[in-house]
């Protein structure tokens, strides 16, 4: 096996760059309980989840200057009961948004299958009777992490799974893994050291700039610097543009090419902004309501005391300012959320442009198979057709899928 990747390091979008003597991540990465594949994989690869992260129950704060905290507490109890008592005992609802909160709960407790026709998470929630202080201290804030999407074109469907995974199972499902170092040294370099240890190859800075196509079968794929490796099965696990670019020579994947050119990308912007040691949050992390930035991490666990990272998940006016005005409105935003705080010693801002697929209503229909037309060209990414959201989670599933069927293929 030889797994081939252009840039100089491992991990895509869950890489650790080095920015102003500091080792940071591309974006702040959350792992839920639910994961299983994912935490599947990192016992594989050596890694004891204990180790690298610290598992809290899910607890939400979310906060908006100059009003009431709002906060849910998921309680030890077996789910969905956990899920039905913390917003049962929110703070900072009303006794109205709570009850319809919890109608939303059982909705989501009794729908058993995919929904027939996908609508947005917006005409859903209102469906539900989800009112405007629940849907932007609640649904809103949970759209964007987890589809990162605005929830007025965000599939309902995805979010619907997303929601049951995380509640409906097991009350562990929902606990919330916050990394307790970069995720370059969690998943990446492991990878690394495993595939090797098993006897792969990992080639840095090889790019595929063509698939060799014969008979519609893959026979292997060129390389930028003009070599040529052959291979009866090739695992394309890049992002949908640049798929897309190698399949585009190739007739007979017209299907899939049409499809890949639907999907959208959607950006994250990670704006980090450095106080003095003192200063941290009161938990791992905290939402924030009325402003660009929509989530604060308190880095401390990393080594890092006093560095905040304000996530800003999707399109929207922030990706109209250049860097300096977008961390000057976010620090200004934190200066009012945290009146206590001092002024922050630097800042600077990560940008993903294209850190995730949008997942907008309708997405599923058009998100490719595993599988293509071309034998033994297969697709894996987070992207593809695994149901879930683009997270670490659809993306090891993904893998799995394509690695199933090489094996399958072979037994028979």
Known sequence: ????????????????IHYRGADIDNGQHLILGAYRETLRLLNILGVHEQQVFDRHPLQLQM????????????????APLHALFGLAMAEGLSINDRWHALKMCFSLISIRHNIKTDISVHEFLRKKGQGDKLINTLWQPLCLA???????????????????DAFVRKRSDSDLLYACSNLGSILPEPAHRYLEHQGGIVKLQ??????????????GVELSGGDTMYADYVIMAVPPS?????????????QVLANLSQIENAPICTVYVQYPPTIGLT???????????????????YGQAGLMAVVIS???????????????????????????????????????????????????AIRPATRTPVSGCLLAGDYTATGYPATLEGAVRSGIKAAQYIINSNSD
């Open 242 to 254: 640049t798929c897309k670019d190698l399949l585009a020579p190739h007739e007979a994947m017209g």
């Open 283 to 301: 938990l791992p992390m905290i939402g924030l309501i009325g402003t660009i930035g929509q989530w604060v991490f308190d880095r401390a666990r």
């Open 314 to 364: 999707s399109e929207g006016s922030h990706m109209q300012l250049d860097n300096d005005a977008l961390r000057i409105q976010v620090i200004n935003e934190l200066s009012r959320v945290f009146p206590d705080w001092p002024e922050p010693v630097e800042s600077y801002v990560i940008r993903e442009r294209r850190a995730t697929f949008l997942c907008r209503t309708g997405i599923n």
């Open 1 to 16: 096996m030889v797994l081939l990747e252009s840039a100089g390091q491992l991990g895509g979008r869950a890489r650790t």
């Open 63 to 78: 906060r908006q200057a100059g009003q009431a905290d709002t906060k849910f507490n998921f309680p030890s109890l077996p």
């Open 146 to 164: 987890v589809l990162n999407t605005p929830l007025e074109i965000a599939s309902a469907e995805i979010f619907i799974k997303s929601l049951k």
């Open 206 to 219: 090889h790019r595929v700039i063509r698939l060799i196509i014969e008979n519609n079968k893959i026979s």
